[in-house]
């Protein structure tokens, strides 16, 4: 099978959407598979239906459950299923690829071929796409792209395509674990999942029903035997298969979202793993009573955030570790997040989320969108744990690798190649990597195998001259494609993303090397294509590539997005058009030129120039809005853009279009019904002329009547609010063109003209409808989105939304809906979301390229497959002349700057700017010079004398002007205050909301009093406002006296352990840095030892010899001390051993004590510790408890600060009290003598934090001079520059500001002010005259004298009282507020107190707030169960009361039986001889109509039990009914009375009503027994409930208290109250050391046993050792004190030495014969090659001479006997056999040697070293 070939499929479709073809070959599939089947063992019965399931839920998710095999059960009488025999498929069963393969569709008896156009590569990859990347083999990759599987050969770079069999697209691809199969899931409706076998490519098996359009991912097992698949939207359902059987195992709705991926547990494969769309959920495979099912647990998030997973891998103890969209693991168990993972520093595992973990030979991988692929520890994974309330814990990764920047990884997978594990991994990004995780020293660096696309195709166009595509993207590169020989040639990488692209025509490049592409940006970039190898050869520079690129000039006309761009016929104009509404013109020349831009109604959708054939050349422009636009080609020389490029004058025609798509279908439903009404009348007259035939005449025949048909209404005519948007389109005619609409209007192409007559409407509010249509088959939901014509015109090349290509084949080049009847179909892009960008074909229309939204791109033969490759060869332009020389253009790269227009407008602004401030500088200048002019004047007029100074106003020319110069600044003012009148209202509310916010609700500020004579202040509390809510609150509370704190104990016995481990950590760091430290020590006096050895082989020999003696008589010394040491130390160990019954009396008796005095209670730690129902607290006990306790906290503040505000207003009162007795000490003061006066205490100020209202009081004063102050610090700032700049400038948009100068007005209101001043001065110091009055003074007299003393000793005295007044005011102002301050303290103890119980109360609040929700479902549940168990009882006792009234009715009944039989028995009378036939009458029973009825309606709810009194009766009637049969009720005997038998007649139907009635009061007692047994029951079950409800309320309320005593309380304690810490300290401390005795005492006696036996066993040994190497039992002591014998040592040492001199001599001697002995070798080598050469020469040449003789002698004897070569290689193979022979003997030699005790092979022993070996 040629996979190539039969990648073209047809798109043909049936009414149901299925296509036809498809159908067939599954009737022709199912045939054959059904003639393999059974060829197996092992067949069994199956049910009919086999995808029968039991429905399901479970926890909030509800889901369906459905199960295949049920448990057999007895068979039923009523229902029988049908039981069929179930077979098995062959192993070695294949489908037929062509049979299943689709092929295009084309239109029957269009004569078009099928083959019209061939796949030949494909350049785009669907990196996007999740897992589209798959490893069949070591050098073939494997992908999806559009409805084609790309097999990727790494060495070749040859594709094979395997084409989808529904033609609805590829949904999934994943491969076998073995690699001998893939399966293939599609897209379509009913789409199937095909197993392929690999590497033949034959269809395996298929597997039908496992989704309803698409699906979404699959996964082998690890064994390969099941497959799992998961659908897409709508049903998402998750399916099981044995895949090899095409049967489902198991299926179940995996969940209501998108779900990404599925995958079996590689250690359990019963279990599966499903994510996706904001959930993860866990499946297993449950036996359960209705058969096999398929579970999940959905994972639930907990307290971490709702989170999309794309990746996740199962871990071998069934844990899930999953990735997140922040970049963090999450570890799964039991469907709960165990823990969260991070790296340290709360740093995420990845930037970003984490679309892939693998679990490889024991190390976890992840994969991030970041480009980091880092591996992390499987076991610090497995065993982490929750450490805290945060859920996280933070670990470092082993290994990470950066593949590199702008990565964005999608998936990997795992290949071996040579037996190395080699990664491929998939890049969203528009790349395939293949990686080395070994992390070694030899790990080659990543790999960037292939580059592609990224997303999207924006735009594509194919080159005029040569077989050269470019295509552009928003991933921001231009890409130049080789479509013949299949290659990219080249790439260019810009800043923003390209959207539009096209080639300069001939006319404008005949080399076809230069295009234009549009950016996201709004720049306009010409790039040149040319082959480097035609540049001169510089050296430097490597010519390597075929082509390269280069941007040849860059320039910016829109804002927004370029969306199209177009040439106009004649290359002379460039026309651009960008989503920003505008259409740019540029002459075409060497370097484009803009002419200008004109506004359209909407966004561009695109631009076409009229063809050559129209007499005018004018551009067709379609807005996305429905808006079609016509221009003429403006001339460059007609438009002069000297302020802007705006063209305004260009005649513009509109076409709005309006909808007639209503209107069309409504006709065409008229024109059906017509037709319809015309059969029916044909076939009226055809009956009528047959009904003639038969002789019948007109007035005989009589019409069939025909059931009155309601027609139904028309459709009606509807236009959308919104036109349609318009897509594509074309010019047919001058004036007239074709649109292409998607949304309402698809399904048509209309043909629409610009009207003569122009409207004055506006554009958008004209209604053109076109003047004609063609309908497009098979398009009212597939639009068409791209139109292009071949060059001949005979193919319309069609584009489709749903990424099929489509062709007309045209018979004339003018569209009809005849001309385009016939077409090709054939899907090759996505269905979904590939619709098609780009369609093109060839310069010579052999080759056809498109591209889609799904980032492929595809290129095509046209009916020319067989000659492409040997004729046709690309050829790139070569370089223009000189080109090497050129500098390379400036690019844009900045996003926000300016289009050509803006830069325009901008320097036009610039300039007009720039002339003002030249004009504005100007006219400062000359006020500046006039302002010096007049100021030198005023000066040279205070420089006279007075006399001859003019006044100023005198200077004044005229008043007049001044007074016109005051009305005019009074008429500014006011305007100014007018136009500010909003600013200083928008501040003033400002301000107001600024205090509303800040001090609004502040009902207290800080208020700090200071002492008068001394140092002590007391300040208020900052108080704010507390709400009403809170009194409301307070008034509702019933919160009781807070009791002891019962959290002390634990805190600080959690503290005591948290201070021992830090000590403990300390002393572990202190002991390992000491080791360290140690051990290092030793090495470097070690290395120095090394060092200062001598290098000589005698010295060291002698020196180690030395070293020894030292050293075995310094450890015969150490050994002797040690000896001594120990024994030493056991007698100081025996003599302290105590007896092992003693017992400290002090603990004797503090034991007693304690357990005399101890008492048991019942701590609210404890685990049976129950809470009484009062003390139960909630949430909004303890709202109520924090609000109670702000309002006594605001209460005691705010009583304080009343205090203290108070002694403020007091000190201010003194404060002015004092200020009048200074005034009135002043006043005295001035009537005595200086040497009289006393000081004056100085009187005190209020500070400005005793008043910090006054810091928010402000008047004009102080605003002005606060604006004075930040003028002064912006004049020390501001540099002033000499020379004035009126060059910058700008406005917002555009940047840049402006220097403040001052006007010519402002500065003459300074000057005027300043020379006012002067004025002011002058005039006030010259008008001042002082004027002096001289009295002559008198003697005084005694009298005088006397007053003036006694006046004098008064004012002393009064003196001396104010001032001690003023001492007194102070001293009593400080002792109150001393006194206060000290309250003040006091309530500061109360408050803090009162904050910490707030922060410990506020802790429990937000604790039983998390509890609230659980304990009010609990208790909801407890209440539900009581109303529920009390409406049950209620119930009850309603039954009971029921029964009871039907007995009594029954006992009523009975007693009218009993008066009924006593009536019969009265009415007989004595002696009647027809007794005995009357009373079987009375009691005959008798079957009535109702009674019938009512047992018919009754008959399964009838009851058997009678009272005793019915039984006999019933006995009675059963004697008698045996005579039943013989009489006759039914007629009265003979003799009897007719009246008597009447009435027994009546009375039997009075019998029969009343055991009726008892029969029903019966039955009636029974149900409500029943009724009352069940509901007994249910009370049960809901008493047992309650029962655990309570139990559960009661566990929880434990867990909540214990919760609640987890908290920490601070508690203040006093100073005498510190002895109670002491002692709890200590008694935890006894409790620890008590407890730590108690284990070393239980370790002792465990260690002292263990002890002894290893004494024992040492003994033991030492005592065998000493036998086995002296013989017999030795002192060890003695011996290890013996020494060395020194003078032998001596000896030894001499003779060493004389050794070693001879073996340097004896080493120089076996050197020259080693060297001799060399030479003699060489030369018998050379002479033995000579003499092996003669040999040789001599045996050749009697070989030679026998074989001439044999020939002359016996021709064809060399055919006879064994030939010479075999005899050769026999006795070669001979010789090699016993040369391994031999080998094998040595290898056995060396294997006994080896296998001796010791185990040591001895080299040969040397004389020369024999001694010194000896020694040693």
Same mark, same amino acid.
């Given at each position: 099978?040629?996979?190539?070939?039969?990648?073209?499929?047809?798109?043909?479709?049936?009414?149901?959407?299925?296509?036809?073809?498809?159908?067939?070959?599954?009737?022709?599939?199912?045939?054959?598979?059904?003639?393999?089947?059974?060829?197996?063992?092992? *067949?069994?019965?199956?049910?009919?239906?086999?995808?029968?399931?039991?429905?399901?839920?479970?926890?909030?998710?509800?889901?369906?459950?459905?199960?295949?095999?049920?448990?057999?059960?007895?068979?039923?009488?009523?229902?029988?299923?049908?039981?069929?025999?179930?077979?098995?498929?062959?192993?070695?069963?294949?489908?037929?690829?062509?049979?299943?393969?689709?092929?295009?569709?084309?239109?029957?008896?269009?004569?078009?071929?099928?083959?019209?156009?061939?796949?030949?590569?494909?350049?785009?990859?669907?990196?996007?796409?999740?897992?589209?990347?798959?490893?069949?083999?070591?050098?073939?990759?494997?992908?999806?792209?559009?409805?084609?599987?790309?097999?990727?050969?790494?060495?070749?770079?040859?594709?094979?395509?395997?084409?989808?069999?529904?033609?609805?697209?590829?949904?999934?691809?994943?491969?076998?674990?073995?690699?001998?199969?893939?399966?293939?899931?599609?897209?379509?409706?009913?789409?199937?999942?095909?197993?392929?076998?690999?590497?033949?490519?034959?269809?395996?098996?298929?597997?039908?029903?496992?989704?309803?359009?698409?699906?979404?991912?699959?996964?082998?097992?690890?064994?390969?035997?099941?497959?799992?698949?998961?659908?897409?939207?709508?049903?998402?359902?998750?399916?099981?298969?044995?895949?090899?059987? *095409?049967?489902?195992?198991?299926?179940?709705?995996?969940?209501?979202?998108?779900?990404?991926?599925?995958?079996?547990?590689?250690?359990?494969?019963?279990? =599966?793993?499903?994510?996706?769309?904001?959930?993860?959920?866990?499946?297993?495979?449950?036996?359960?009573?209705?058969?096999?099912?398929?579970?999940?647990?959905?994972?639930?998030?907990?307290?971490?955030?709702?989170?999309?997973?794309?990746?996740?891998?199962?871990?071998?103890?069934?844990?899930?570790?999953?990735?997140?969209?922040?970049?963090?693991?999450?570890?799964?168990?039991?469907?709960?997040?165990?823990?969260?993972?991070?790296?340290?520093?709360?740093?995420?595992?990845?930037?970003?989320?984490?679309?892939?973990?693998?679990?490889?030979?024991?190390?976890?991988?992840?994969?991030?969108?970041?480009?980091?692929?880092?591996?992390?520890?499987?076991?610090?994974?497995?065993?982490?744990?929750?450490?805290?309330?945060?859920?996280?814990?933070?670990?470092?990764?082993?290994?990470?690798?950066?593949?590199?920047?702008?990565?964005?990884?999608?998936?990997?997978?795992?290949?071996?190649?040579?037996?190395?594990?080699?990664?491929?991994?998939?890049?969203?990004?528009?790349?395939?990597?293949?990686?080395?995780?070994?992390?070694?020293?030899?790990?080659?660096?990543?790999?960037?195998?292939?580059?592609?696309?990224?997303?999207?195709?924006?735009?594509?166009?194919?080159?005029?001259?040569?077989?050269?595509?470019?295509?552009?993207?928003?991933?921001?590169?231009?890409?130049?494609?080789?479509?013949?020989?299949?290659?990219?040639?080249?790439?260019?990488?810009?800043?923003?993303?390209?959207?539009?692209?096209?080639?300069?025509?001939?006319?404008?490049?005949?080399?076809?090397?230069?295009?234009?592409?549009?950016?996201?940006?709004?720049?306009?970039?010409?790039?040149?294509?040319?082959?480097?190898?035609?540049?001169?050869?510089?050296?430097?520079?490597?010519?390597?590539?075929?082509?390269?690129?280069?941007?040849?000039?860059?320039?910016?006309?829109?804002?927004?997005?370029?969306?199209?761009?177009?040439?106009?016929?004649?290359?002379?104009?460039?026309?651009?058009?960008?989503?920003?509404?505008?259409?740019?013109?540029?002459?075409?020349?060497?370097?484009?030129?803009?002419?200008?831009?004109?506004?359209?109604?909407?966004?561009?959708?695109?631009?076409?120039?009229?063809?050559?054939?129209?007499?005018?050349?004018?551009?067709?422009?379609?807005?996305?809005?429905?808006?079609?636009?016509?221009?003429?080609?403006?001339?460059?020389?007609?438009?002069?853009?000297?302020?802007?490029?705006?063209?305004?004058?260009?005649?513009?025609?509109?076409?709005?279009?309006?909808?007639?798509?209503?209107?069309?279908?409504?006709?065409?439903?008229?024109?059906?019904?017509?037709?319809?009404?015309?059969?029916?009348?044909?076939?009226?007259?055809?009956?009528?002329?047959?009904?003639?035939?038969?002789?019948?005449?007109?007035?005989?025949?009589?019409?069939?009547?025909?059931?009155?048909?309601?027609?139904?209404?028309?459709?009606?005519?509807?236009?959308?609010?919104?036109?349609?948007?318009?897509?594509?389109?074309?010019?047919?005619?001058?004036?007239?063109?074709?649109?292409?609409?998607?949304?309402?209007?698809?399904?048509?192409?209309?043909?629409?003209?610009?009207?003569?007559?122009?409207?004055?409407?506006?554009?958008?509010?004209?209604?053109?409808?076109?003047?004609?249509?063609?309908?497009?088959?098979?398009?009212?939901?597939?639009?068409?989105?791209?139109?292009?014509?071949?060059?001949?015109?005979?193919?319309?090349?069609?584009?489709?939304?749903?990424?099929?290509?489509?062709?007309?084949?045209?018979?004339?080049?003018?569209?009809?809906?005849?001309?385009?009847?016939?077409?090709?179909?054939?899907?090759?892009?996505?269905?979904?979301?590939?619709?098609?960008?780009?369609?093109?074909?060839?310069?010579?229309?052999?080759?056809?390229?498109?591209?889609?939204?799904?980032?492929?791109?595809?290129?095509?033969?046209?009916?020319?497959?067989? *000659?492409?490759?040997?004729?046709?060869?690309?050829?790139?332009?070569?370089?223009?002349?000189?080109?090497?020389?050129?500098?390379?253009?400036?690019?844009?790269?900045?996003?926000?700057?300016?289009?050509?227009?803006?830069?325009?407008?901008?320097?036009?602004?610039?300039?007009?700017?720039?002339?003002?401030?030249?004009?504005?500088?100007?006219?400062?200048?000359?006020?500046?010079?006039?302002?010096?002019?007049?100021?030198?004047?005023?000066?040279?007029?205070?420089?006279?004398?007075?006399?001859?100074?003019?006044?100023?106003?005198?200077?004044?020319?005229?008043? &007049?002007?001044?007074?016109?110069?005051?009305?005019?600044?009074?008429?500014?003012?006011?305007?100014?205050?007018?136009?500010?009148?909003?600013?200083?209202?928008?501040?003033?509310?400002?301000?107001?909301?600024?205090?509303?916010?800040?001090?609004?609700?502040?009902?207290?500020?800080?208020?700090?009093?200071?002492?008068?004579?001394?140092?002590?202040?007391?300040?208020?509390?900052?108080?704010?406002?507390?709400?009403?809510?809170?009194?409301?609150?307070?008034?509702?509370?019933?919160?009781?006296?807070?009791?002891?704190?019962?959290?002390?104990?634990?805190?600080?016995?959690?503290?005591?352990? &948290?201070?021992?481990?830090?000590?403990?950590?300390?002393?572990?760091?202190?002991?390992?840095?000491?080791?360290?430290?140690?051990?290092?020590?030793?090495?470097?006096?070690?290395?120095?030892?090394?060092?200062?050895?001598?290098?000589?082989?005698?010295?060291?020999?002698?020196?180690?010899?030395?070293?020894?003696?030292?050293?075995?008589?310094?450890?015969?010394?150490?050994?002797?001390?040690?000896?001594?040491?120990?024994?030493?130390?056991?007698?100081?160990?025996?003599?302290?051993?105590?007896?092992?019954?003693?017992?400290?009396?002090?603990?004797?008796?503090?034991?007693?004590?304690?357990?005399?005095?101890?008492?048991?209670?019942?701590?609210?730690?404890?685990?049976?510790?129950?809470?009484?129902?009062?003390?139960?607290?909630?949430?909004?006990?303890?709202?109520?408890?924090?609000?109670?306790?702000?309002?006594?906290?605001?209460?005691?503040?705010?009583?304080?600060?009343?205090?203290?505000?108070?002694?403020?207003?007091?000190?201010?009162?003194?404060? *002015?009290?004092?200020?009048?007795?200074?005034?009135?000490?002043?006043?005295?003061?001035?009537?005595?003598?200086?040497?009289?006066?006393?000081?004056?205490?100085?009187?005190?100020?209020?500070?400005?934090?005793?008043?910090?209202?006054?810091?928010?009081?402000?008047?004009?004063?102080? =605003?002005?001079?606060?604006?004075?102050?930040?003028?002064?610090?912006?004049?020390?700032?501001?540099?002033?520059?000499?020379?004035?700049?009126?060059?910058?400038?700008?406005?917002?948009?555009?940047?840049?500001?402006?220097?403040?100068?001052?006007?010519?007005?402002?500065?003459?209101?300074?000057?005027?002010?300043?020379?006012?001043?002067? =004025?002011?001065?002058?005039?006030?110091?010259?008008?001042?005259?002082?004027?002096?009055?001289?009295?002559?003074?008198?003697?005084?007299?005694?009298?005088?004298?006397?007053?003036?003393?006694?006046?004098?000793?008064?004012?002393?005295?009064?003196?001396?009282?104010?001032?001690?007044?003023?001492?007194?005011?102070?001293?009593?102002?400080?002792?109150?507020?001393?006194?206060?301050?000290?309250?003040?303290?006091?309530?500061?103890?109360?408050?803090?107190?009162?904050?910490? &119980?707030?922060?410990?109360?506020?802790?429990?609040?937000?604790?039983?707030?998390?509890?609230?929700?659980?304990?009010?479902?609990?208790?909801?549940?407890?209440?539900?169960?009581?109303?529920?168990?009390?409406?049950?009882?209620?119930?009850?006792?309603?039954?009971?009361?029921?029964?009871?009234?039907?007995?009594?009715?029954?006992?009523?009944?009975?007693?009218?039986?009993?008066?009924?039989?006593?009536?019969?028995?009265?009415?007989?009378?004595?002696?009647?001889?027809?007794?005995?036939?009357?009373?079987?009458?009375?009691?005959?029973?008798?079957?009535?109509?109702?009674?019938?009825?009512?047992?018919?309606?009754?008959?399964?709810?009838?009851?058997?039990?009678?009272?005793?009194?019915?039984?006999?009766?019933?006995?009675?009637?059963?004697?008698?009914?045996?005579?039943?049969?013989?009489?006759?009720?039914?007629?009265?005997?003979?003799?009897?009375?007719?009246?008597?038998?009447?009435?027994?007649?009546?009375?039997?139907?009075?019998?029969?009503?009343?055991?009726?009635?008892?029969?029903?009061?019966?039955?009636?007692?029974?149900?409500?027994?029943?009724?009352?047994?069940?509901?007994?029951?249910?009370?049960?079950?809901?008493?047992?409930?309650?029962?655990?409800?309570?139990?559960?309320?009661?566990?929880?309320?434990?867990?909540?208290?214990?919760?609640?005593?987890?908290?920490?309380?601070?508690?203040?304690?006093?100073?005498?109250?510190?002895?109670?810490?002491?002692?709890?300290?200590?008694?935890?401390?006894?409790?620890?050391?008590?407890?730590?005795?108690?284990?070393?005492?239980?370790?002792?006696?465990?260690?002292?046993?263990?002890?002894?036996?290893?004494?024992?066993?040492?003994?033991?040994?030492?005592?065998?050792?000493?036998?086995?190497?002296?013989? &017999?039992?030795?002192?060890?002591?003695?011996?290890?004190?013996?020494?060395?014998?020194?003078?032998?040592?001596?000896?030894?040492?001499?003779?060493?030495?004389?050794?070693?001199?001879?073996?340097?001599?004896?080493?120089?001697?076996?050197?020259?014969?080693?060297?001799?002995?060399?030479?003699?070798?060489?030369?018998?080598?050379?002479?033995?090659?000579?003499?092996?050469?003669?040999?040789?020469?001599?045996?050749?040449?009697?070989?030679?001479?026998?074989?001439?003789?044999?020939?002359?002698?016996?021709?064809?004897?060399?055919?006879?006997?064994?030939?010479?070569?075999?005899?050769?290689?026999?006795?070669?193979?001979?010789?090699?056999?016993?040369?391994?022979?031999?080998?094998?003997?040595?290898?056995?030699?060396?294997?006994?040697?080896?296998?001796?005790?010791?185990?040591?092979?001895?080299?040969?022993?040397?004389?020369?070293?024999?001694?010194?070996?000896?020694?040693?």
């Amino acid at each position: 099978m040629e996979p190539k070939k039969e990648s073209e499929s047809p798109d043909a479709k049936d009414r149901n959407g299925q296509p036809e073809e498809e159908k067939e070959s599954e009737k022709v599939s199912e045939e054959k598979r059904s003639s393999h089947m059974g060829e197996q063992e092992g *067949e069994k019965p199956a049910e009919d239906d086999e995808g029968d399931g039991s429905l399901g839920s479970e926890e909030e998710d509800e889901e369906e459950e459905l199960s295949l095999t049920e448990p057999e059960q007895p068979p039923e009488p009523v229902k029988k299923k049908k039981v069929v025999i179930e077979k098995k498929i062959s192993e070695s069963f294949f489908y037929n690829y062509e049979e299943l393969c689709s092929f295009p569709f084309v239109t029957p008896d269009s004569g078009i071929p099928l083959n019209l156009l061939t796949l030949m590569h494909s350049f785009g990859y669907d990196c996007t796409k999740r897992a589209n990347l798959q490893v069949m083999d070591s050098q073939t990759l494997m992908y999806i792209a559009g409805n084609q599987l790309v097999f990727l050969d790494l060495k070749s770079k040859y594709q094979k395509y395997l084409r989808s069999t529904s033609g609805g697209g590829i949904g999934v691809v994943t491969a076998h674990p073995n690699k001998t199969h893939f399966a293939v899931g599609e897209k379509g409706w009913k789409p199937n999942m095909i197993i392929y076998e690999y590497p033949s490519l034959r269809p395996y098996r298929i597997l039908r029903g496992g989704t309803e359009e698409a699906y979404a991912f699959a996964d082998f097992n690890r064994s390969g035997t099941l497959i799992a698949t998961v659908g897409s939207s709508p049903d998402y359902m998750l399916t099981v298969w044995d895949w090899k059987q *095409e049967k489902i195992v198991l299926r179940s709705k995996a969940f209501a979202q998108d779900v990404y991926k599925v995958t079996f547990s590689p250690e359990n494969e019963e279990q =599966l793993t499903t994510s996706g769309s904001g959930h993860i959920k866990f499946w297993k495979m449950a036996l359960t009573f209705t058969g096999l099912k398929l579970q999940g647990a959905l994972g639930r998030f907990g307290k971490t955030a709702l989170t999309d997973i794309e990746g996740y891998v199962e871990l071998p103890d069934g844990k899930v570790l999953s990735g997140s969209e922040w970049g963090n693991l999450l570890l799964w168990e039991g469907g709960l997040i165990k823990v969260e993972l991070c790296r340290p520093g709360n740093k995420t595992c990845h930037n970003g989320p984490i679309n892939q973990l693998v679990l490889d030979e024991g190390e976890v991988v992840t994969v991030g969108s970041d480009g980091y692929i880092r591996v992390w520890d499987f076991e610090t994974i497995d065993t982490a744990d929750v450490v805290d309330d945060s859920g996280m814990i933070a670990m470092e990764h082993m290994n990470e690798l950066l593949v590199g920047k702008h990565v964005n990884l999608n998936s990997m997978v795992k290949i071996h190649e040579r037996g190395e594990p080699v990664w491929y991994a998939q890049d969203s990004n528009g790349a395939i990597w293949k990686l080395d995780l070994s992390f070694t020293n030899v790990t080659h660096d990543p790999e960037c195998l292939f580059t592609y696309h990224s997303g999207k195709i924006q735009a594509i166009s194919v080159s005029p001259v040569t077989y050269i595509m470019a295509t552009t993207a928003l991933d921001r590169s231009v890409r130049i494609y080789d479509f013949i020989d299949k290659v990219q040639l080249t790439e260019m990488k810009f800043k923003q993303g390209g959207t539009a692209l096209t080639w300069t025509p001939t006319v404008v490049n005949p080399k076809g090397g230069v295009l234009a592409v549009g950016f996201q940006d709004g720049v306009i970039r010409i790039i040149e294509l040319y082959n480097p190898k035609g540049l001169p050869v510089v050296a430097g520079r490597n010519n390597v590539g075929d082509a390269a690129m280069r941007l040849k000039q860059a320039f910016k006309p829109h804002v927004s997005t370029v969306t199209a761009l177009a040439y106009e016929r004649n290359g002379e104009l460039l026309a651009t058009g960008s989503k920003d509404k505008t259409v740019f013109f540029f002459s075409v020349e060497d370097k484009y030129e803009p002419i200008g831009f004109i506004t359209v109604p909407g966004p561009v959708q695109s631009l076409q120039w009229s063809p050559l054939g129209h007499p005018d050349s004018k551009l067709l422009i379609l807005c996305e809005n429905g808006i079609a636009v016509q221009v003429p080609a403006p001339d460059p020389q007609d438009y002069d853009a000297a302020s802007t490029y705006k063209i305004k004058d260009l005649p513009t025609e509109y076409f709005r279009f309006w909808s007639i798509k209503s209107r069309i279908l409504r006709e065409k439903e008229i024109k059906r019904r017509e037709k319809v009404k015309e059969e029916k009348e044909k076939e009226k007259q055809k009956w009528i002329k047959e009904q003639q035939e038969m002789g019948k005449t007109l007035e005989e025949i009589e019409l069939p009547e025909e059931a009155p048909e309601e027609e139904e209404p028309l459709p009606e005519i509807f236009v959308p609010a919104t036109p349609s948007p318009i897509l594509c389109g074309f010019y047919s005619e001058p004036g007239k063109f074709w649109l292409s609409l998607g949304e309402y209007d698809t399904g048509f192409l209309f043909h629409c003209a610009f009207s003569p007559v122009q409207h004055e409407k506006e554009p958008g509010a004209q209604q053109d409808e076109p003047f004609e249509f063609i309908p497009i088959e098979d398009a009212d939901d597939n639009p068409i989105t791209r139109i292009s014509f071949s060059s001949t015109g005979l193919f319309m090349l069609c584009g489709m939304a749903d990424g099929a290509v489509r062709i007309y084949a045209l018979h004339s080049k003018a569209l009809s809906e005849d001309n385009i009847a016939g077409y090709w179909s054939f899907s090759m892009h996505d269905n979904n979301y590939g619709h098609i960008q780009g369609i093109c074909p060839s310069f010579d229309d052999r080759f056809l390229v498109t591209c889609g939204a799904d980032g492929n791109i595809f290129t095509y033969n046209i009916l020319s497959a067989e *000659e492409i490759k040997k004729v046709l060869k690309t050829k790139v332009p070569s370089p223009r002349r000189g080109l090497e020389k050129e500098k390379a253009a400036e690019d844009i790269e900045d996003p926000t700057a300016y289009s050509i227009e803006n830069a325009k407008q901008k320097r036009e602004y610039d300039l007009i700017m720039k002339a003002a401030e030249y004009k504005k500088y100007l006219k400062r200048q000359e006020l500046i010079t006039l302002r010096h002019e007049f100021q030198e004047l005023l000066q040279m007029n205070k420089d006279l004398p007075n006399h001859m100074q003019l006044y100023r106003a005198e200077f004044e020319l005229d008043r &007049r002007i001044r007074a016109q110069m005051d009305r005019k600044t009074a008429d500014k003012i006011r305007l100014v205050m007018k136009e500010l009148c909003w600013e200083q209202e928008r501040h003033r509310i400002g301000l107001q909301k600024v205090q509303i916010r800040f001090r609004g609700n502040l009902e207290y500020d800080t208020i700090i009093v200071h002492a008068m004579g001394s140092s002590h202040q007391i300040s208020t509390y900052r108080l704010l406002a507390i709400s009403e809510n809170l009194y409301k609150i307070r008034k509702k509370s019933q919160a009781g006296k807070r009791r002891s704190s019962k959290y002390e104990w634990k805190g600080k016995d959690l503290d005591q352990r &948290r201070e021992s481990q830090r000590e403990l950590s300390k002393g572990s760091i202190f002991s390992s840095q000491t080791n360290t430290a140690i051990s290092e020590e030793e090495i470097d006096t070690e290395k120095l030892k090394k060092k200062s050895y001598p290098q000589t082989v005698a010295s060291r020999i002698a020196e180690n010899r030395l070293e020894k003696l030292r050293k075995i008589i310094e450890k015969a010394e150490r050994a002797k001390a040690k000896i001594q040491r120990r024994k030493d130390e056991w007698d100081e160990l025996l003599k302290s051993k105590p007896n092992d019954d003693y017992e400290d009396p002090q603990d004797v008796e503090n034991i007693k004590e304690a357990k005399e005095n101890m008492g048991d209670f019942k701590l609210k730690t404890a685990t049976n510790y129950k809470i009484p129902e009062h003390m139960r607290i909630n949430a909004d006990k303890k709202s109520y408890q924090l609000a109670s306790l702000e309002v006594a906290i605001h209460e005691k503040k705010l009583s304080m600060n009343k205090w203290i505000v108070s002694l403020r207003d007091l000190k201010v009162a003194i404060i *002015e009290e004092i200020q009048c007795v200074v005034q009135e000490l002043k006043t005295i003061q001035s009537s005595l003598h200086r040497s009289k006066h006393l000081p004056i205490p100085p009187v005190p100020e209020l500070h400005p934090d005793e008043i910090p209202e006054k810091k928010f009081q402000y008047d004009s004063e102080m =605003l002005l001079k606060f604006k004075q102050e930040l003028e002064e610090r912006a004049k020390e700032k501001e540099i002033v520059p000499v020379t004035p700049s009126v060059e910058g400038g700008g406005i917002g948009g555009f940047g840049g500001g402006f220097l403040h100068v001052p006007s010519a007005k402002e500065l003459e209101i300074t000057a005027r002010g300043t020379s006012l001043k002067t =004025l002011k001065t002058i005039s006030g110091t010259a008008g001042v005259t002082p004027k002096t009055f001289e009295f002559e003074q008198a003697e005084p007299t005694e009298m005088e004298l006397e007053i003036a003393k006694r006046e004098e000793i008064r004012n002393i005295h009064l003196q001396e009282t104010l001032i001690k007044r003023i001492h007194e005011l102070m001293i009593t102002f400080d002792a109150e507020l001393r006194l206060l301050r000290h309250q003040k303290l006091k309530l500061d103890t109360m408050m803090k107190t009162a904050d910490l &119980r707030h922060t410990t109360w506020f802790e429990e609040l937000l604790l039983l707030k998390n509890f609230e929700k659980h304990e009010n479902i609990l208790q909801e549940r407890v209440n539900s169960l009581i109303s529920e168990e009390e409406g049950m009882q209620l119930k009850l006792n309603s039954y009971l009361a029921q029964i009871e009234e039907k007995k009594a009715e029954i006992a009523r009944l009975q007693d009218r039986e009993k008066a009924l039989y006593a009536t019969f028995q009265a009415s007989l009378g004595e002696n009647n001889k027809f007794a005995g036939f009357l009373t079987k009458v009375l009691k005959k029973r008798i079957k009535r109509v109702k009674k019938k009825e009512v047992e018919a309606e009754d008959d399964d709810e009838e009851s058997e039990e009678e009272s005793d009194e019915e039984s006999s009766l019933e006995s009675d009637e059963e004697e008698s009914g045996s005579e039943d049969e013989v009489f006759d009720d039914s007629v009265c005997p003979k003799n009897c009375d007719e009246t008597l038998f009447e009435n027994t007649l009546q009375l039997r139907e009075k019998r029969l009503d009343i055991e009726e009635a008892l029969a029903e009061e019966k039955k009636t007692i029974e149900n409500v027994k029943k009724e009352y047994e069940t509901l007994a029951k249910k009370v049960k079950v809901v008493a047992a409930s309650l029962d655990a409800a309570d139990w559960e309320l009661e566990a929880y309320q434990r867990e909540k208290q214990q919760r609640l005593n987890e908290l920490h309380v601070v508690v203040p304690l006093k100073l005498h109250q510190n002895r109670i810490v002491i002692l709890q300290q200590e008694k935890l401390e006894q409790r620890q050391l008590y407890k730590q005795a108690r284990e070393q005492h239980k370790q002792l006696i465990r260690d002292r046993r263990e002890m002894m036996i290893k004494i024992e066993r040492l003994d033991e040994k030492c005592n065998q050792l000493m036998m086995m190497k002296f013989g &017999r039992i030795v002192n060890l002591e003695a011996l290890q004190t013996l020494s060395v014998n020194t003078n032998l040592e001596e000896l030894r040492m001499k003779m060493m030495g004389k050794e070693q001199t001879c073996a340097v001599e004896l080493k120089m001697w076996e050197d020259k014969i080693f060297k001799m002995r060399q030479q003699l070798m060489f030369i018998t080598k050379e002479n033995t090659s000579r003499l092996k050469q003669m040999n040789s020469f001599c045996a050749e040449n009697m070989r030679l001479e026998t074989k001439l003789d044999a020939l002359q002698s016996n021709l064809g004897a060399e055919f006879q006997g064994p030939r010479k070569v075999d005899i050769e290689e026999r006795e070669k193979l001979i010789a090699l056999v016993q040369l391994q022979a031999q080998e094998a003997e040595v290898l056995k030699e060396e294997i006994t040697l080896l296998s001796r005790k010791d185990g040591r092979i001895f080299p040969p022993s040397q004389s020369i070293f024999q001694a010194d070996t000896t020694l040693d």
